[in-house]
């Protein structure tokens, strides 16, 4: 198993006007799994700090859909297992917000539910 850069997305999710890294990798399993692990970086004296890392699930058992910064929080949105048709098939996905204070974090407000637009149509 190894990581794989998938992306880095930038934005301001501690509210101190400097924009963090949302560092994103591909979790390389050998299968057909295809779970993500995030990291969070921000810039102290020019050099890269780590803020806070997790994982997320596989497809459509807690995946990741996006990562991004909105309004100073950390906004992660992962596939609900809920009503699943199989791990290919999420029907909806949680939008999960969290404030991140130095070294920890926690989640703010309460996790959202959103459908997925029904492509069987």
């Known amino acids: 198993m190894w990581l794989e850069l998938l992306n880095v997305v930038y934005g301001d999710m501690t509210g101190d ?4 890294a949302i560092v994103i990798h591909d979790w390389i399993t050998g299968g057909s799994a295809t779970p993500h692990v995030i990291y969070v970086y921000t810039l102290e004296k020019g050099r890269p700090k780590f803020l806070w890392g997790t994982t997320t699930g596989d ?10 910064a909105e309004n100073g929080y950390l906004v992660l949105e992962t596939y609900s297992p809920e009503g699943k048709r199989g791990d290919c098939c999420p029907v909806a996905y949680i939008k999960t917000r969290y404030q991140l204070h130095g070294k920890k974090i926690s989640v703010a407000g ?7 637009p029904n492509k069987t149509k």
């Open 17 to 20: 006007g400097a924009e963090e």
């Open 59 to 68: 497809r459509a058992d807690g995946g990741l859909k996006s990562a991004y």
């Open 110 to 116: 309460k996790p959202e539910a959103i459908p997925l």
